[in-house]
Nanobody
Framework: QVQLVESGGGLVQAGGSLRLSCAAS???????MSWFRQAPGKQRELVAS???????DYRDSVKGRFTISRDNAKNTVALQMNSLKPEDTGTYYC?????????WGQGTQVTVSS
């Protein structure tokens, strides 16, 4: 069972930036890696994903502001978040999946003040 450990969450003012990191206890080479978020009272939603071949996708509301990247040699995935808005506030979760199963991180809190 792979563990996903997140870091980089915190409190930031609107317009600021944060960089989230997800460190896996095992290889991520053959996995699609994703970031989800969940605001209070809202459904969990996909923010960004990156396939094993490096193709990235984003939900429309973060396009041009967020960048997902992966470092297979370090077994890490990052989410660079720029021009943050209050509506970006929520708990951010790292997610790893392939045909055999999936894993979730514990979640890290991101709060954007107006």
């Amino acid at each position: 069972q792979v563990q996903l450990v997140e870091s980089g969450g915190g409190l930031v003012q609107a317009g600021g930036s944060l960089r989230l990191s997800c460190a896996a206890s095992g290889s991520i080479l053959s996995f699609t890696m994703s970031w989800f978020r969940q605001a209070p009272g809202k459904q969990r939603e996909l923010v960004a994903s990156i396939t094993s071949s490096g193709r990235a996708d984003y939900r429309d509301s973060v396009k041009g502001r967020f960048t997902i990247s992966r470092d297979n040699a370090k077994n890490t995935v990052a989410l660079q978040m720029n021009s943050l808005k209050p509506e970006d506030t929520g708990t951010y979760y790292c997610f790893r999946t392939n045909a055999l199963g999936s894993s979730w991180g514990q979640g890290t809190q991101v709060t954007v003040s107006s």
